[in-house]
């Protein structure tokens, strides 16, 4: 990382300790608006949030690698999760599955070579009833056939 | 979400879903006072909708008698049980509901904080969640001297999850709030004690607070009137695999599985999954029972499968999620699940005896009794109900579940 990019990433994460405060209770918050930013959350990013909010960096390390929607390594720009769960598996899960690996030339778990896009498989969305359901970022979308799937990832920058 | 939204339109039920006009709940509560709210909650027998059914009143007394001057309402939105999306259609659909159960349940204990603990997942609502709280704000719902009642001050702000079902339990919550990993805790000490930042702190299910506002307006003895003796009032299903209309339904406890099959249009059914992945899976034989608290308790997760379903396949679904989910904390839960997959593999491959098996079931009686918390305890009730109530499919002579699944 250059020095100037190392200089803005302290900054931001100062101003974040500002708002959400450097109680420990704020720890996620943080975290959360780092990795929405940078869609994950780099060593030198867990420095610093260690270091301003007087934590340990092991702590920090710690914290992320339980949440599964925090990264401690550099994803794509987008991350798209399609629910794995028994409801939209049976609403029709893996032909959404073929048809975006196929489309994007990637697996599950890897990051298009453009650093477009990551897939991920997540657990039930909360959408059972209009599977198969999947969220790119934090939009949901339902109902998916293989061709809005391919649309919507197609439509992402 | 519009869409989303609109689809969903048009309810109607015998209590959540029965007209509400919003701010009544709280009017009425500071009309009526403390003790008397928690004397029409007792008397409506409602339970926590949130999957342990502890009854609500007693958990709202115990946090008013603990002695703090600070105190917290927390709202479990986390809603991660696979096949569970009812506290989604409140939280878009009727906001007014379940903040004005928690502003109702800060004036009852006593607390001036309320935090929403919306899953990472619903974060696409948290915007239209927000500006509701705004409008709250401006009616004087939220605030200070709430509806001029002086010195009640109230205020709500929702924090987001990031991925983790554990955080459902209401101790690994409470971590997660404090930014810890969200492992569960040892109970006790309970919530209501030593809660969020050693604070007492009443959490609750979306729908449970939700159902408080109504419970007011018309009484405990009118929530009575539906559902059982031992479980009062209504609870919301989400239905959804195998028919023509998923989706969510409120209906009277009391309900059976065979009616509530009827009303979804449920054709050639094999096998319910009552309860998610958590739950339990019955057989046709066993589709007379009836929904509620003293035969089939749930949070209201309906998974339906028909005759064309592999049920193996059904619980290696099951058995991967509590592998993925499980904190690692203990032991039995996080060996245990991991031996129970192995399991399930094996008897797809055609490479397992039946003392082995049976060897996992007992594992599996261990792991309900000395894993640390709900999510061990309960993630081998599909492994044994699928095994037992579905061993001919599995282990019969077709084999079905067996290799090409
Ligand atoms: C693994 C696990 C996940 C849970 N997830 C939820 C959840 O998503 N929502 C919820 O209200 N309760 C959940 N619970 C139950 C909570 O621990 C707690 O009992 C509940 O929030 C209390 O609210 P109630 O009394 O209104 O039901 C979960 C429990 C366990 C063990
Ligand atoms: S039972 Fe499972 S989820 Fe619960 S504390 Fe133990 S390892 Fe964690
Ligand atoms: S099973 Fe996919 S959203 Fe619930």
């Known amino acids: 990382m250059l020095v100037l990019e190392k200089n803005a990433l302290s900054e931001e994460i100062e101003s974040l300790v500002n708002q959400f405060g450097k109680d420990r209770s704020a720890l996620l918050q943080i975290l959360q608006a780092i990795q929405r930013k940078h869609k994950h959350i780099s060593d030198f990013a867990q420095q610093e949030v260690a270091r301003m909010m007087d934590i340990h960096p092991v702590e920090v390390n710690s914290v992320i690698s339980f949440y599964s929607f925090l990264y401690s390594e550099p994803k794509g720009r987008n991350i798209v999760r399609l629910c794995q769960t028994i409801s939209c598996d049976m609403l029709g899960k893996e032909k959404i599955e073929e048809a975006v690996q196929r489309e994007l030339g990637i697996t599950f778990g890897q990051t298009t070579k453009d650093k477009r896009i990551t897939l991920e498989y997540t657990n039930c969305l909360g959408m059972c009833d209009q599977g198969p359901a999947m969220l790119v970022n934090e939009k949901v979308y339902t109902k998916l056939d293989p061709e809005t799937a391919i649309n919507i990832l197609n439509s992402i920058k | ?405």
């Open chain 2, 1 to 405: 979400m519009e869409s989303i939204k609109t689809l969903n339109k048009k309810r109607s039920g015998p209590v959540l879903f029965s007209e509400y006009k919003q701010g009544e709940g709280v009017k009425k509560a500071l009309e009526m006072g403390r003790e008397n709210i928690l004397f029409e909650l007792k008397g409506s027998g409602l339970k926590g909708r949130g999957g342990a059914g502890f009854p609500t009143a007693t958990k709202w007394m115990l946090s008013a008698a603990s002695n703090s001057d600070k105190k917290f309402i927390v709202c479990n939105a986390d809603e991660g049980e696979p096949g569970t999306f009812k506290d989604r259609v409140l939280l878009l659909e009727y906001p007014e509901l379940v903040f004005e159960g928690m502003i109702i349940a800060g004036y009852t204990i006593g607390a001036k904080n309320g935090i929403l603990y919306l899953r990472g997942e619903y974060e696409y609502m948290l915007k239209s969640l927000e500006d509701y709280l705004e409008l709250l704000r401006k009616d004087n719902l939220l605030g200070i001297n709430i509806l001029g009642k002086k010195d009640f001050n109230f205020d709500i702000n929702i924090r987001l999850g990031s991925g983790a079902y554990v955080c459902g339990e209401e101790t690994a919550l409470i971590e997660s709030l404090e930014g810890y990993r969200g492992e569960p805790r040892n109970r006790p000490p309970y919530p209501v004690n030593t809660g969020y930042l050693g604070h007492p702190t009443v959490v609750n299910n979306v729908e449970t607070l939700a159902s408080v506002p109504h419970i007011l307006i018309k009484g405990g003895d009118w929530f009575r009137k539906h559902g059982t003796d031992k479980s009062t009032g209504s609870k919301l299903f989400s239905v959804s695999g195998d028919c023509e209309k998923p989706g969510v339904y409120e209906l009277s406890w009391g309900t059976s599985i065979n009616e509530l099959l009827e009303l979804v249009e449920a054709k050639n059914t094999k096998a319910v999954q009552v309860g998610g992945a958590s739950g339990t899976c019955l057989p046709k034989s066993q589709f007379h029972r009836v929904l509620g608290y003293e035969d089939v308790a749930t949070g209201g997760s309906i998974m339906i499968f028909n005759e064309s379903r592999n049920m193996l396949k059904v619980l290696k679904n099951f058995m991967k999620f509590f592998v993925e989910e499980s904190c690692g904390q203990c032991t039995p839960c996080r060996i245990g699940n991991t031996k129970l997959l192995e399991a399930v593999e094996k008897i797809e491959n055609d490479d397992f005896t039946f003392l082995y098996i049976n060897n996992l079931k007992e594992l599996g009686r261990t792991m309900q009794v000395a894993s640390k918390c709900g999510l061990g305890q309960s993630s081998p009730n599909s492994f044994i109900s699928i095994l037992e109530n579905f061993k001919d499919e599995i282990f019969g002579s077709k084999g079905k579940g067996r290799k090409n699944g």
